[in-house]
């Protein structure tokens, strides 16, 4: 069986990050849930060491080499995990700018689970008022349960909040369940 293919795509432009952190305890989330049901390759993409190369141009085919790679990993991904820190109150402008590269007929139907992180709790929305307006306009298909972190969630780089943890184990059996039924369904049809 060929492997399920997880595209993380995390929307820091540092590289010291809390958003990282919540991008990581999500894919051992996603890890977790698939053992033993899915062989599961899991590709994080970095918007801090992917910007030098997405800033040379507004198109794919400008790209150089590793730009036009997470583009294609992006597409071609069976689960997208969006993350991105809160800038102004919506996606950082570097992540907007990945997915202003994603073809826009490529997600159409993919499973994406969406999460943010914040300095406070007051722009918690910005995942139902941001994110999830951003892949309905690609006619992705955003898992359900969402995730919101803010500072006050983590002890410097590590997550503190058994609430925080509680919800990332939520969105990740929602999105597990959504890769198995797809996977089931394609197996069903090619028999
Ligand atoms: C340019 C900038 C804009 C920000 N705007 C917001 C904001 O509108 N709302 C918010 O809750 N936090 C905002 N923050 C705080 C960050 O979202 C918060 O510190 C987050 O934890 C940063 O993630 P990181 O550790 O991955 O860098 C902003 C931070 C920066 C640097």
């Given at each position: 069986?060929?492997k399920i293919?997880?595209?993380?795509?995390?929307?820091?432009?540092?590289?010291?990050?809390?958003?990282?952190?919540?991008a990581?305890?999500?894919?051992a989330?996603?890890a977790d849930g698939?053992?033993g049901?899915?062989?599961v390759q899991i590709?994080?993409?970095?918007?801090?060491?992917?910007?030098?190369?997405?800033?040379?141009?507004?198109?794919?085919?400008?790209l150089?080499?590793?730009?036009?790679?997470?583009?294609?990993?992006?597409?071609?991904?069976?689960?997208i995990?969006?993350?991105?820190?809160?800038?102004?109150?919506?996606?950082?402008?570097l992540?907007k700018?990945l997915?202003?590269?994603v073809?826009?007929?490529a997600?159409?139907?993919?499973?994406v689970l969406?999460a943010?992180?914040?300095g406070?709790?007051?722009?918690?929305?910005?995942?139902?008022h941001?994110?999830?307006?951003?892949?309905?306009f690609?006619r992705?298909?955003?898992?359900?349960?969402?995730?919101?972190a803010?500072e006050?969630?983590f002890?410097?780089?590590?997550?503190r909040?058994?609430?925080?943890q509680?919800?990332i184990?939520?969105?990740?059996?929602?999105?597990?369940?959504l890769?198995i039924?797809?996977?089931?369904?394609?197996?069903?049809l090619?028999a």
């Amino acid at each position: 069986m060929s492997k399920i293919r997880i595209a993380v795509v995390i929307g820091n432009p540092s590289a010291k990050s809390r958003t990282k952190v919540l991008a990581q305890a999500i894919s051992a989330r996603l890890a977790d849930g698939l053992a033993g049901q899915l062989p599961v390759q899991i590709q994080t993409l970095e918007i801090a060491n992917l910007a030098p190369a997405l800033l040379t141009g507004g198109w794919p085919a400008e790209l150089p080499a590793d730009g036009a790679a997470a583009v294609r990993a992006i597409e071609a991904a069976d689960l997208i995990v969006a993350v991105t820190p809160v800038y102004k109150g919506s996606y950082t402008g570097l992540f907007k700018h990945l997915f202003d590269l994603v073809s826009p007929d490529a997600l159409v139907g993919r499973p994406v689970l969406l999460a943010a992180n914040g300095g406070s709790d007051r722009h918690a929305l910005v995942v139902d008022h941001q994110l999830r307006p951003l892949f309905s306009f690609f006619r992705a298909l955003t898992v359900p349960s969402s995730v919101y972190a803010a500072e006050s969630d983590f002890d410097g780089y590590t997550i503190r909040s058994p609430a925080l943890q509680a919800r990332i184990g939520e969105a990740a059996e929602q999105a597990v369940a959504l890769i198995i039924q797809k996977a089931h369904a394609k197996h069903l049809l090619a028999a």
